[in-house]
């Protein structure tokens, strides 16, 4: 049995708490009028969640709460607890063996539901029903007179009930819960879509920022990266020439020095040389006496002039004796011719002016030793001319005499003077090349000091540029320190990388234009502004943040229709599939009812409505208004046999009950509900067909477990447990448990 138990409590009549258990297939309530055999089953049908007042007659939740009576009060609040055995599980996710539904209502109108003594909202109730085929459309539970509401429903409103008996209603929700999710997500969608286009702008203002920003970060590093590097290499090459240029100044240093010693030296020698020049005495060869060569200042120039003078005197005396030798010629020819002349005056004439002559020279020598010479001389002549003058001519003449002794004199002289030219010229000789070797050495010594002078200049020019060199070092080590100093920021704390690396020094120039181009490029991207950086960070995550919800929701949205599709072809499929086989249990119960016929239900399709609205198979409380919208639905279609009749509205009220029941036995068949409460369904008929409808009873009660209230006798009779509801006299519904002649007797009073 699926309903174990209905517990009942201040439910309209029903003051007292009453329970009814159900433990066999069919269980009949009687009782007389009034006496509240109708609330138990609309007490079902409320805790089930029934929202309309109408069909639970009232108009208020209060209205279903004990009224009280002149006897008993009235109470606020009213119970009901539906019990249903879940031992086969088939109420979805719900793991318990019993499952218990409880509705309360409170003067208020306030309701609340209870799911296995769990506070639970409607919706959880109507889930968890739909799961047993227990759907809203309440078409297990006929009412009193409503027997035949479902031949009267609108098309849409009686495919709601058949949806609802073939039990899959609850696909209808799901879809239904699925398009409300879509159409929340497509919400959201527009809702995070427009949220992203708001903020877009800002975000490729704070993009470019973020960009410049990078750029800046990045020129930063490579600048950093060069600036190590160049600093580096500067500073290599500012050790490597520093150690350099000591090297390079030492040697010349050196030399220099060294040349400089020997100048000194040289200039001494030189002023030697120039004082032996300029006091000739010193210059001369050891061993020459002053006195027999006096060189002073014009010694040199004396002594050419004695040269000169004994040149002259020697030329004269050669011209004498050519003079002589030819007077003498002449005096021995006529000698030859003249015997007694003794001296011609022509001889006597040179004698004269020679005696002049030599008396004139020694008048004009200084020195008496010469003077003395030339004076014996002269006295020699004077002899000589006097003893030719007075002795006899032997070779001719006198004359001729006389002209060959002083012809012999003259040679003498001649040769006298010879050798004094010859002395004079030998020491002239001697004291030139002495000057000369002096002039000579001096010269070598001049040279000597010019070339040492000139290398010193070229090492003095050497060392120049070294310290030249030096300088420019020190200016650029200068220039190094400040560049250090101003990449510090640029560095960041990095500057020891620049003494602790080892780099090559080539490469400087190229680097230093990077450098420089790196730094304009830098000053024109600008500076970073890290409160722009972490906004755009900001902004940007929450814009991948809305991007990947979109992203998020539209695979959902997705989800959702792939969903929504699949339930709109199950629904489809099963609708089809369930409303052929009522179809075929429809047919047989009207068979059997009418012993004859056709019944069928058929689907009717909109005429003119988008799939969407058609399928959607709501119900409407206003069946006008669900004609006119030309709702899909189903349509019964019956042909009673031996009767031409073939519409619903000219049966008679039994034919109508049978038609009703046979629709109803016929959906109840092909997806037995739990239960199926029938309120004096009944009612309306003779005694055949009430007892064809009892056989109906206990067919449909293999499959369906029957609540019949009912007055009938042959309903009771099929029935295995009966309960009379009695009203006593304080207008409180009771309840027993009776056997069946007492049914009869209670139904009946
Ligand atoms: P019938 O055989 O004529 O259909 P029944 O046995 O089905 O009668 P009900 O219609 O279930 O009778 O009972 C109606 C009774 O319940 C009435 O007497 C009515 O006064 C009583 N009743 C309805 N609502 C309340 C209420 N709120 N408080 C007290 N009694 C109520």
């Given at each position: 049995m699926y309903l174990k138990r209905l517990e009942l409590s201040g439910f309209k009549s029903f003051a007292k708490h009453i329970i009814l258990d159900f433990t066999t297939p069919i269980t009949a309530v009687v009782g007389p009028n009034g006496s509240g055999k109708s609330n138990v089953a609309e007490a079902l049908q409320w805790a089930l969640g029934e929202q309309s007042m109408k069909s639970l007659r009232g108009k208020r939740g209060e209205d279903l709460i004990f009224a009280g009576s002149p006897t008993s009060p009235r109470l606020g609040r009213a119970s009901v607890t539906v019990v249903f055995d879940n031992s086969k599980k088939k109420f979805g996710n719900i793991d318990f063996d019993e499952v218990s539904i409880e509705r309360k209502v409170y003067r208020d109108g306030i309701n609340e539901y209870f799911l296995n003594g769990s506070k639970s909202r409607l919706k959880d109730i109507i889930e968890a029903l739909s799961n047993v085929g227990l759907g809203a459309s309440q078409h297990h539970i006929i009412s009193?007179?409503?027997?035949?509401?479902?031949?009267?429903?609108?098309?849409?409103?009686?495919?709601?009930?058949?949806?609802?008996?073939?039990?899959?209603?609850?696909?209808?929700?799901?879809?239904?819960?699925?398009?409300?999710?879509?159409?929340?997500?497509?919400?959201?969608?527009?809702?995070?879509?427009?949220?992203?286009?708001?903020?877009?702008?800002?975000?490729?203002?704070?993009?470019?920022?973020?960009?410049?920003?990078?750029?800046?970060?990045?020129?930063?590093?490579?600048?950093?990266?060069?600036?190590?590097?160049?600093?580096?290499?500067?500073?290599?090459?500012?050790?490597?020439?520093?150690?350099?240029?000591?090297?390079?100044?030492?040697?010349?240093?050196?030399?220099?020095?060294?040349?400089?010693?020997?100048?000194?030296?040289?200039?001494?020698?030189?002023?030697?040389?120039?004082?032996?020049?300029?006091?000739?005495?010193?210059?001369?060869?050891?061993?020459?006496?002053?006195?027999?060569?006096?060189?002073?200042?014009?010694?040199?120039?004396?002594?050419?002039?004695?040269?000169?003078?004994?040149?002259?005197?020697?030329?004269?005396?050669?011209?004498?004796?050519?003079?002589?030798?030819?007077?003498?010629?002449?005096?021995?020819?006529?000698?030859?011719?003249?015997?007694?002349?003794?001296?011609?005056?022509?001889?006597?004439?040179?004698?004269?002016?020679?005696?002049?002559?030599?008396?004139?020279?020694?008048?004009?020598?200084?020195?008496?030793?010469?003077?003395?010479?030339?004076?014996?001389?002269?006295?020699?002549?004077?002899?000589?001319?006097?003893?030719?003058?007075?002795?006899?001519?032997?070779?001719?003449?006198?004359?001729?005499?006389?002209?060959?002794?002083?012809?012999?004199?003259?040679?003498?002289?001649?040769?006298?003077?010879?050798?004094?030219?010859?002395?004079?010229?030998?020491?002239?000789?001697?004291?030139?090349?002495?000057?000369?070797?002096?002039?000579?050495?001096?010269?070598?010594?001049?040279?000597?000091?010019?070339?040492?002078?000139?290398?010193?200049?070229?090492?003095?020019?050497?060392?120049?540029?070294?310290?030249?060199?030096?300088?420019?070092?020190?200016?650029?080590?200068?220039?190094?320190?400040?560049?250090?100093?101003?990449?510090?920021?640029?560095?960041?704390?990095?500057?020891?990388?620049?003494?602790?690396?080892?780099?090559?020094?080539?490469?400087?120039?190229?680097?230093?234009?990077?450098?420089?181009?790196?730094?304009?490029?830098?000053?024109?991207?600008?500076?970073?502004?890290?409160?722009?950086?972490?906004?755009?960070?900001?902004?940007?995550?929450?814009?991948?943040?809305?991007?990947?919800?979109?992203?998020?929701?539209?695979?959902?949205?997705?989800?959702?229709?792939?969903?929504?599709?699949e339930l709109e072809t199950q629904l489809d499929q099963d609708f089809k599939n369930g409303v052929e086989k009522i179809n075929k249990e429809f047919q047989e119960y009207f068979e059997t009812m009418f012993g004859g016929g056709k019944a069928e239900l058929k689907l009717v399709q909109p005429k003119q409505l988008s799939k969407e609205k058609s399928e959607a198979g709501e119900v409407s409380e206003d069946y006008a208004e669900a004609e006119e919208e030309k709702e899909s639905g189903i349509d019964v279609l019956i042909d009673l046999p031996r009767k031409r009749i073939k519409s619903l509205d000219m049966l008679s009220g039994g034919e109508r009950a049978l038609a009703s029941i046979a629709l109803l036995f016929a959906m109840s068949a092909v997806n037995p509900p739990p239960f199926l409460v029938l309120d004096e369904t009944d009612a309306a008929l003779d005694e055949a067909n009430s007892r064809r409808y009892s056989e109906m009873l206990s067919g449909l009660s293999k499959r369906a477990q029957l609540i019949v209230i009912t007055h009938n006798r042959e309903t009771m009779h099929s029935a295995g447990a009966l309960y009379g509801v009695t009203l006593g006299n304080d207008s409180i519904s009771r309840l027993i448990s009776i056997q069946l002649e007492d049914a009869e007797k209670i139904a009946k009073r």
């Open positions: 009193q007179g409503e027997a035949d509401r479902i031949l009267y429903a609108s098309v849409a409103e009686r495919r709601a009930m058949i949806e609802d008996a073939l039990g899959i209603k609850i696909f209808q929700l799901k879809r239904k819960e699925s398009e409300r999710k879509l159409e929340a997500t497509e919400e959201n969608m527009r809702q995070v879509a427009s949220l992203r286009r708001e903020i877009q702008p800002h975000l490729r203002f704070l993009q470019v920022q973020a960009e410049k920003a990078e750029k800046s970060t990045e020129i930063r590093a490579r600048l950093k990266e060069k600036l190590l590097e160049y600093l580096g290499r500067e500073r290599s090459y500012l050790k490597a020439e520093t150690d350099k240029t000591v090297d390079v100044k030492a040697e010349p240093k050196k030399a220099v020095a060294a040349k400089e010693a020997e100048i000194a030296l040289l200039r001494n020698k030189l002023q030697e040389e120039e004082a032996c020049l300029s006091d000739r005495q010193a210059c001369l060869p050891a061993g020459r006496g002053a006195g027999t060569l006096s060189v002073t200042d014009n010694a040199i120039t004396d002594t050419k002039a004695r040269v000169d003078m004994a040149r002259a005197k020697i030329s004269q005396l050669e011209r004498d004796l050519g003079r002589l030798e030819g007077m003498l010629e002449t005096e021995k020819g006529r000698g030859r011719a003249n015997k007694a002349l003794s001296v011609p005056p022509a001889e006597l004439k040179v004698f004269l002016e020679k005696i002049d002559g030599d008396i004139v020279e020694a008048m004009e020598l200084s020195d008496l030793e010469d003077t003395r010479r030339i004076l014996k001389g002269v006295s020699q002549v004077v002899r000589e001319f006097l003893k030719k003058l007075f002795s006899p001519a032997e070779n001719g003449t006198d004359a001729a005499t006389s002209l060959e002794r002083r012809k012999l004199e003259l040679e003498k002289e001649l040769g006298a003077r010879k050798k004094d030219e010859e002395n004079a010229q030998k020491i002239y000789a001697e004291m030139s090349s002495k000057i000369q070797n002096s002039l000579q050495n001096l010269r070598g010594i001049e040279k000597r000091i010019y070339e040492l002078e000139s290398e010193t200049s070229a090492l003095r020019d050497k060392l120049r540029s070294a310290e030249l060199a030096e300088e420019k070092l020190r200016l650029r080590r200068e220039d190094f320190e400040r560049e250090l100093e101003e990449s510090a920021s640029i560095l960041d704390g990095a500057k020891e990388a620049v003494y602790d690396g080892e780099f090559e020094i080539n490469l400087r120039d190229t680097l230093r234009r990077e450098i420089e181009r790196a730094k304009i490029k830098l000053e024109e991207a600008g500076g970073v502004d890290g409160s722009v950086l972490k906004e755009f960070e900001d902004v940007k995550a929450r814009d991948e943040f809305l991007a990947r919800e979109l992203e998020d929701l539209g695979k959902a949205a997705g989800d959702l229709r792939k969903i929504i599709k």
